[in-house]
């Protein structure tokens, strides 16, 4: 049998998912191999040449090949199985071809994505290069820093322009958005230039409903960022800084939140001030309710009326996918992936964005 298996060249495929295993264990051991020689040299050689060409195409290169290789693979396991009830005569050499293709596929896809996208979960943070200090905070510290937040929310919030009482953004067309987060990333790049990197652009996801069932605002694939447009639009700008971070290098979801805001924050538009300051609250608020509800009262009554619409027709929106089979089942698998790829808290990494903010801020004041 095992004469028989060898016989297909694919089964060297096989060899690649043990070496990605190994380099992913590599970096657990010892990750400073990662930060010097893989996400600086190595993952940006693609992603600037790969990520670049992607972006001179309007629309989600990936998703769509995403679609059609699962056609594509739904159909052949489908005619695999009729052919191998059907057909007696050569069942054994077709099912074997069969797995290793199947396996060789897997190995290729897995070692891809460990060179692309998870090896980057386990280089230095960005509180080494900012030389920020992650410390406990007090209660007082999250309300000072809500209250920070919430006037800035207020202040923007001001300046946009509404369409049924909901916030609009300042550009009617998703793609002039995409160019002005590439502009508020660039401008964050002269104040952080490790975060240097092609001024590729965001793509509309034509699957948006799909990933607003699994309470998804954006996704990042190597080397192309989706943005979810069925979302309440102020959500988008602070989204797309958020993806942006992902196509840098940086991985993990709070450093994401927190450079995309401080992205947000460099925009000379209101609407993504607007938008990363509101993402950014919401975190913070929560880590307060959480801490001393009395307090957070006190910073919702602070809360403009404009503000609050904006929140509860947030909330609204995501509120028919929440509870559901389809996205709980998501959020599931999502933790699972993130704390296999060094983020311990999983999903609520996302919220880890505040002791980041609360570090940043601290430093500010000190200065």
């Not at 080397?223 to 639009?233: L, Q």
């Not at 925009?267 to 509800?293: V, W």
């Not at 919702?300 to 619409?309: H, K, N, P, V």
């Amino acid at each position: 049998m095992l004469n028989r298996i060898f016989k297909y060249k694919r089964i060297w495929l096989l060899l690649l998912a043990p070496l990605g295993l190994i380099l992913t264990l590599s970096a657990k051991v010892d990750s400073t191999w990662v930060e010097q020689i893989h996400s600086r040299y190595v993952y940006p050689l693609f992603a600037n040449t790969l990520g670049g060409l992607l972006s001179l195409v309007p629309f989600g290169v990936l998703e769509i090949l995403v679609i059609f290789l699962g056609a594509g693979l739904l159909f052949y396991i489908v005619r695999t199985i009729v052919q191998a009830i059907r057909i007696k005569e050569g069942r054994k050499g077709r099912l074997y071809r069969f797995g290793l293709n199947l396996l060789g596929t897997a190995s290729v896809g897995y070692l891809f994505f460990v060179l692309f996208m998870g090896l980057n979960y386990y280089r230095a943070p960005i509180t080494d290069y900012l030389e920020l200090t992650v410390q406990k905070s007090t209660k007082e510290e999250l309300y000072d820093l809500c209250e920070l937040l919430v006037y800035d929310c207020n202040f923007y919030r001001e300046q946009l322009e509404e369409k049924e009482g909901i916030a609009s953004l300042q550009d009617d067309s998703f793609y002039d958005t995409a160019n002005a987060a590439r502009e508020a990333y660039a401008a964050l790049e002269e104040e952080i230039p490790v975060l240097q990197a092609a001024n590729v652009r965001n793509k509309p996801l034509l699957t948006s409903k799909l990933f607003s069932m699994v309470l998804t605002t954006g996704i990042y694939v190597p080397f192309e960022s989706g943005i979810n447009v069925d979302v309440p639009a102020h959500t988008i700008p602070a989204t797309m800084c958020h993806e942006l971070t992902h196509f840098r290098g940086f991985m993990r979801e709070e450093e994401a939140n927190f450079l995309g805001y401080l992205a947000c924050m460099k925009s000379e538009q209101a609407d993504f001030r607007y938008s990363g300051s509101l993402l950014a609250f919401g975190y913070a608020f929560n880590a307060l309710y959480d801490e001393d509800i009395e307090l957070a009262r006190k910073i919702a009554q602070l809360c403009d009326e404009g503000m609050l619409r904006d929140i509860e027709w947030e909330d609204a929106y995501w509120e028919p996918y929440r509870d559901t089979v389809v996205s709980n089942a998501s959020s599931e698998i999502y933790d699972q992936y993130l704390q296999s790829n060094n983020q311990e808290s999983g999903i609520k990494s996302y919220g880890e964005m505040v002791d980041l903010l609360l570090a940043y801020y601290r430093d500010f004041n000190e200065a």
